[in-house]
T-cell receptor, first 114, second 114 residues
């Protein structure tokens, strides 16, 4: 089954404790992206990756890092989480270049930073 | 600067009636538009899309209309069913190098009452 898998689904942590949210896709997609969803703000892009070892900032990158060492994985790293990073996070991957720009989303990770 | 706007945070309709969700955009470089549906505790799922060269695209009960001159699109659901109750996000992308980035609206919560 084609899917985007995020882990963990739920996470409660404390300020300053480094964490990683993993994302994996099995569709051989080149493009992957991270979003956060906040009430009244919709989905905002954090970082994206056009391919292995190619990453770039989205609209709200402050406080986040990413890496793309393999095509299927695109982890989101919070080196020193703060309460304003409490949010619902989604990873997505895009259908191949030249095709329709349809992004497929994971089920989400709800993060609470205390 | 919000480039994709969904001005109605919520919409309530009766089962069997038509649901009309609206979306406005400001960036004239957008040429591909999508609607995503999101249930609680799940990631957004692709629903329907439209290219700027068309003014209508239909898929079963779902039809998207695009008015380029007004920079406005709408999603019509006929007939509405209780299972359609979800948050609907409008999204847009450009062409060429900007084709990969999706810009989302804030979403509209649709409630279909039995």
């Amino acid at each position: 089954e084609a899917q985007v898998t995020q882990n963990p689904r739920y996470l409660i942590t404390v300020t300053g404790k480094k964490l990683t949210v993993t994302c994996s896709q099995n569709m051989n997609h080149e493009y992957m992206s991270w979003y956060r969803q906040d009430p009244g703000l919709g989905l905002r892009q954090i970082y994206y990756s056009m391919n292995v070892e190619v990453t770039d900032k989205g609209d709200v990158p402050e406080g986040y890092k990413v890496s793309r060492k393999e095509k299927r994985n695109f982890p989101l790293i919070l080196e020193s989480p703060s309460p304003n990073q409490t949010s619902l996070y989604f990873c997505a991957s895009r259908s191949p270049a030249g095709g329709l720009n349809i992004q497929y989303f994971g089920a989400g990770t709800r993060l609470s930073v205390l | 600067d919000q480039q994709v706007k969904q001005n109605s945070p919520s919409l309530s309709v009766q089962e069997g009636r038509i649901s009309i969700l609206n979306c406005d955009y400001t960036n004239s470089m957008f040429d591909y538009f999508l609607w995503y549906k999101k249930y609680p505790a799940e990631g957004p799922t692709f629903l329907i899309s439209i290219s700027s060269i068309k003014d209508k695209n239909e898929d079963g009960r779902f039809t998207v209309f695009l008015n380029k001159s007004a920079k406005h699109l709408s999603l019509h659901i006929v007939p509405s069913q209780p299972g359609d109750s979800a948050v609907y996000f409008c999204a847009a992308s450009g062409s060429g190098g900007s084709n990969y980035k999706l810009t989302f609206g804030k979403g509209t919560l649709l409630t279909v009452n039995p």
